[in-house]
């Protein structure tokens, strides 16, 4: 039989980090845009290099307990102040991407939540105490307090 810290398991917040970045995002890139178009359709880059100023990098990731950590990345070369082209991972469409962050958890099959005979038999067995507990003694059938205000 499993043990509680087995079945029981802290939550865990999911983590998302960096631009979200989609398909239809990149399909509106178009070589020969400006640095402002560039960052009106992608938002903010997430790193800039001053050793690399004619490249922007969108990265992002996400972290959910019980699944495989995703993390997609875009980078963006200019000439100057133009868009030359782009390298982008295999990006989800913006309906993709929603679905995914609203997927319901999926946990184990619930184990049963009736004991058995044979199961509570086996556990009064396990947890028997080894000597019989005291009895306490019986309490007076009427009891006398002082009173809470003194009579003056």
């Known amino acids: 039989m499993p043990s509680v810290t087995s079945l029981v398991t802290p939550y865990k917040v999911d983590i998302v980090q960096g631009n979200v970045v989609t398909r239809e995002q990149v399909q509106a890139l178009k070589p020969g845009m400006a640095r402002d178009q560039v960052r ?72 049963p939540l009736q004991a058995t005979e044979e199961q509570l038999k086996a556990f009064e067995a396990r947890n028997k105490p080894a000597a019989p507990l005291p009895t306490p003694p019986s309490a007076p059938a009427t009891t006398q307090f002082p009173p809470l205000e003194s009579s003056r």
């Open 40 to 111: 009106n359709v992608l938002g903010s880059p997430l790193l800039t290099s001053v050793f690399h100023a004619d490249r922007w990098d969108y990265v992002f990731t996400f972290r959910r307990q019980g699944q495989e950590p995703q993390q997609r990345r875009v980078a963006v070369f200019f000439k100057g102040d133009v868009m030359e082209r782009f390298e982008a991972d295999e990006l989800p469409s913006e309906n993709e991407f929603v679905a995914s962050l609203d997927v319901k958890r999926r946990f184990a099959e619930v184990p």
